[in-house]
Antibody, heavy 115, light 108 residues
Framework: EVQLVESGGGFVQPGGSLRLSCAASGFTFSSYSMNWVRQAPGKGLEWVSYISSGSSTIYYADSVKGRFTISRDNAKNSLYLQMDSLRAEDTAVYYC????????WGQGTLVTVSS | EIVLTQSPGTLSLSPGERATLSCRASQSVSSSYLAWYQQKPGQAPRLLIYAASSRATGFPDRFSGSGSGTDFTLTISRLEPEDFAVYYCQYYGRSPWTFGQGTKVEIK
């Protein structure tokens, strides 16, 4: 069974940093591209970042470019999102998702940016 | 970037009624990569339909998806109480993934 479990969310002040992790199981992680998607409270879904299976191709939403860094460790079946210079508008539930047809999503981890 | 526009924003219906939700793309897209998600309060989005018309595991056949090109539809043939939720369409054929703004199906 495909499983994606996010962790690392929490409360952080504006300007701070957090590192999210996504542990994958039930499939050959190294064969799939991955994405991060977020959802601010009461809002819709927003794609955040993409990384190819071998990390050679990476994309970011304009809203996070220069502040967030996506990475992966195929040996550890893990996906990461390093979030720096956090802003209040980054407050959201962050989901990792497998780039496949169909997609698979985790249950999300909440990031709250507030003073 | 492909923009997905969902309509209506809110659909007020009674249990037993038929719900028809629309998702329009700003340019023609491959139906192989058009999905619908259901989201209830406090829960993660749950995949409902993928490849425009394939129903995901666990959803009954009162849910159906259709469409091609720029126009896609999610139909719920007879609303059950558990179907009242927010529904999002998504295009995942290329990066960036894009999402519609959502349609809330509420009890009338």
């Amino acid at each position: 069974e495909v499983q994606l479990v996010e962790s690392g969310g929490g409360f952080v002040q504006p300007g701070g940093s957090l590192r999210l992790s996504c542990a994958a199981s039930g499939f050959t992680f190294s064969s799939y591209s991955m994405n991060w998607v977020r959802q601010a409270p009461g809002k819709g879904l927003e794609w955040v970042s993409y990384i190819s299976s071998g990390s050679s191709t990476i994309y970011y939403a304009d809203s996070v470019k220069g502040r967030f860094t996506i990475s992966r460790d195929n040996a550890k079946n893990s996906l990461y999102l390093q979030m720096d210079s956090l802003r209040a508008e980054d407050t959201a539930v962050y989901y990792c998702a497998r780039d496949s047809n169909p997609n698979y999503w985790g249950q999300g981890t909440l990031v709250t940016v507030s003073s | 970037e492909i923009v997905l526009t969902q309509s209506p924003g809110t659909l007020s219906l009674s249990p037993g009624e038929r719900a028809t939700l629309s998702c329009r793309a700003s340019q023609s897209v491959s139906s192989s990569y058009l999905a619908w998600y259901q989201q209830k309060p406090g829960q993660a989005p749950r995949l409902l339909i993928y490849a425009a018309s394939s129903r995901a595991t666990g959803f009954p056949d009162r849910f159906s998806g259709s469409g091609s090109g720029t126009d896609f539809t999610l139909t719920i043939s007879r609303l059950e109480p558990e179907d009242f939720a927010v529904y999002y369409c998504q295009y995942y054929g290329r990066s960036p993934w894009t999402f519609g703004q959502g349609t809330k199906v509420e009890i009338k």
